[in-house]
T-cell receptor, first 117, second 112 residues
Framework: KAGVTQTPRYLIKTRGQQVTLSCSPISGHRSVSWYQQTPGQGLQFLFEYFSETQRNKGNFPGRFSGRQFSNSRSEMNVSTLELGDSALYLC????????????????FGPGTRLTVL | KQEVTQIPAALSVPEGENLVLNCSFTDSAIYNLQWFRQDPGKGLTSLLLIQSSQREQTSGRLNASLDKSSGRSTLYIAASQPGDSATYLCALLIQGAQKLVFGQGTRLTINP
């Protein structure tokens, strides 16, 4: 069974540009979450999607957005890039119980390393 | 607000030793606790998941425990090997929020 895949693996952008990252969850997993990892702040939650709907969002500015498609694949977008957006962006997928809740193991992809110059 | 603390931040031990990594949290309203391993520059590999109703889980040389009443979890690694060198993170799935809250991790080095 294929794991969570993320593309691209590495990106270099300049300030002011925008970027789109992609995540394909494990087959059958319908919840996709995004996290940002930096040396100073550690792992921080960005948002979670289920059934093409954003159900929860972390404390990030509106420049960070995302979406989920009907096949559960997800993309996140960062507009007007800042130096501080340089980070490893991780995507996680999970099954959803009938209650609509995530209660099971979450699996992470290899991440996209974004460098903003 | 849930806060997760991992102590120590770094640990270096000789090969073959048994060791314990600690994770403490402030709010017991959790669905589960997950331990991950992260190699430098890589994604997270799930090691063990403990549901809130469980007390421990085992996988090979790893054993994780959960004590919600005291807000603590431990990850026990038996007979450590150089390949165990990595950063270990604990994360809590908190009720209602559908998100994981992570500790800062323990950077483990196993010396041959």
């Amino acid at each position: 069974k294929a794991g969570v895949t993320q593309t691209p693996r590495y990106l270099i952008k300049t300030r002011g540009q925008q970027v789109t990252l992609s995540c394909s969850p494990i087959s059958g997993h319908r919840s996709v979450s995004w996290y940002q990892q930096t040396p100073g702040q550690g792992l921080q939650f960005l948002f979670e999607y289920f059934s093409e709907t954003q159900r929860n969002k972390g404390n990030f500015p509106g420049r960070f957005s995302g979406r989920q498609f009907s096949n559960s694949r997800s993309e996140m977008n960062v507009s007007t890039l800042e130096l501080g957006d340089s980070a490893l962006y991780l995507c996680a997928s999970s099954k959803i119980r009938a209650s609509g809740r995530i209660v099971d193991e979450q699996f992470f992809g290899p991440g996209t390393r974004l460098t903003v110059l | 607000k849930q806060e997760v603390t991992q102590i120590p931040a770094a640990l270096s031990v000789p090969e073959g030793e048994n060791l314990v990594l600690n994770c403490s949290f402030t709010d017991s309203a959790i669905y589960n606790l997950q331990w991950f391993r992260q190699d430098p520059g890589k994604g997270l590999t799930s090691l063990l998941l403990i549901q809130s109703s469980q007390r421990e889980q085992t996988s090979g040389r790893l054993n994780a425990s959960l004590d919600k009443s005291s807000g603590r979890s431990t990850l026990y690694i038996a007979a450590s090997q150089p390949g165990d060198s990595a950063t270990y993170l604990c994360a809590l799935l908190i009720q209602g929020a559908q998100k994981l809250v992570f500790g800062q991790g323990t950077r483990l080095t196993i010396n041959p």
